[in-house]
């Protein structure tokens, strides 16, 4: 059985962190995408600006989209 110190260092542990990591990254940078939206940058300048890919850009601005016509 590993013990926390040993867990932590195992490859699997170290990717999932790795993984957690960027994902946490990437959610950051789309909750900016209402404000650049406000300051009139495009979605392929966000995306640029951003270094992400264009269709998580898109995404996210449809669901802004779609929240607004619900409320």
């Given at each position: 059985m590993?013990?926390?110190?040993?867990?932590?260092?195992?490859?699997?542990?170290?990717?999932?962190?790795?993984?957690?990591?960027?994902?946490?990254?990437i959610?950051?940078?789309?909750?900016?995408?209402?404000?650049?939206?406000?300051?009139?940058?495009?979605?392929?300048?966000?995306a640029?600006?951003?270094?992400i890919?264009?269709?998580?850009?898109?995404?996210?601005?449809?669901?802004?989209?779609?929240?607004?016509?619900?409320?």
């Amino acid at each position: 059985m590993f013990n926390l110190t040993e867990w932590t260092e195992t490859q699997f542990y170290k990717e999932v962190k790795k993984e957690g990591k960027i994902e946490g990254k990437i959610e950051g940078k789309l909750e900016t995408i209402p404000l650049l939206i406000k300051l009139g940058l495009t979605p392929i300048q966000i995306a640029e600006e951003l270094k992400i890919n264009l269709d998580l850009v898109q995404q996210k601005i449809k669901g802004l989209s779609s929240n607004f016509d619900h409320n």
